[in-house]
């Protein structure tokens, strides 16, 4: 063999092992790039292939345990597909991400309502949230103009600070329920327990927008003064139905 081909095809190979062997750290290159640097991940061990670590969750340094299977060639391409178990996920969860369009099927996970919500870049309005959000998704899906979606987000001891009277409202448990497809996919609202009964909807665009539209009004039962603490609370962000609740739209931009 001619000198310089055996130094080209050790070259290859070298590269070759380097990139079999990339460590697990390359990874949150590519998931800081794919979330605007809202999402890392830390504490890697294994390889960019195969390999755990932390997800971050950005301001809030929310840390969830997670462990990952990537494919090769999305990632060659700039994309990523691949599995992943986070914290004590009983199963698998399988996705796919590549630019702005996304596969995600079998995940579910539980994190701070108020980290979550200001990661997703919502209004420091709604992000002052206590309780926890706990996300199961059969199916989650972005191709272009397109969304598909089996999924349920369950926001258990829910409650929020109402904007400009900073009143705090315990909402219980919050459920969002979604199924279907197209441009927008609506997904229905409801509660139980707290101080207020919920109903409507969230609709959710494609363009990255979403609309809240739902009635909130006071239990009945309420102290006299808490129902009109609550009620000023709710008359700074809907319109009183005449029936003693409020109509509450709100659109959403998710950055």
């Given at each position: 063999m001619r000198p310089?081909?055996?130094?080209?095809?050790?070259?290859?190979?070298?590269?070759?092992?380097?990139?079999?062997?990339?460590?697990?750290s390359l990874l949150d290159r590519r998931v800081a790039?794919?979330?605007?640097?809202?999402?890392?991940?830390?504490?890697?061990?294994?390889?960019?292939?195969?390999?755990?670590?932390?997800?971050?969750?950005?301001?809030?340094?929310?840390?969830?345990?997670?462990?990952?299977?990537?494919?090769?060639?999305?990632?060659?391409?700039g994309g990523l597909a691949g599995s992943?178990?986070?914290?004590?996920a009983n199963r698998r969860a399988t996705?796919?991400?590549?630019?702005?369009?996304?596969?995600v099927h079998d995940f579910t996970i539980a994190l701070p309502a108020a980290s979550v919500l200001r990661t997703?870049?919502?209004?420091?309005?709604?992000?002052?949230?206590a309780g926890t959000l706990?996300?199961?998704?059969?199916?989650?899906?972005?191709?272009?103009?397109?969304?598909?979606?089996?999924?349920?987000?369950l926001w258990t001891d829910a409650a929020l600070a109402a904007p400009v009277t900073g009143a705090r409202i315990a909402l219980g448990d919050v459920r969002l329920a979604a199924a279907g497809s197209g441009s927008e996919i609506p997904a229905t609202l409801s509660n139980s327990g707290g101080e207020v009964d919920i109903a409507g909807s969230l609709l959710f665009s494609a363009r990255g927008t979403a609309q809240i539209d739902a009635r909130i009004k006071p239990?009945?039962?309420?102290?006299?003064?808490?129902?009109?603490?609550?009620?000023?609370?709710?008359?700074?962000?809907?319109?009183a139905d005449g029936a003693g609740g409020y109509r509450v739209v709100w659109p959403l931009a998710l950055r």
């Open positions: 310089w081909l055996g130094v080209v095809a050790g070259a290859i190979l070298l590269a070759a092992a380097l990139i079999i062997e990339a460590p697990a790039d794919l979330t605007d640097g809202r999402v890392r991940i830390t504490a890697a061990t294994g390889t960019v292939w195969r390999g755990a670590g932390e997800l971050v969750l950005l301001p809030d340094d929310v840390r969830v345990p997670i462990a990952w299977r990537l494919e090769p060639m999305p990632l060659l391409r992943l178990t986070a914290a004590d996705f796919a991400v590549e630019q702005e369009n996304f596969i997703a870049g919502i209004p420091d309005a709604l992000a002052n949230a706990t996300l199961d998704a059969a199916d989650l899906a972005r191709r272009g103009d397109r969304l598909e979606a089996r999924a349920s987000l239990r009945p039962g309420l102290p006299a003064d808490r129902n009109e603490a609550i009620a000023a609370a709710l008359s700074n962000i809907g319109r």
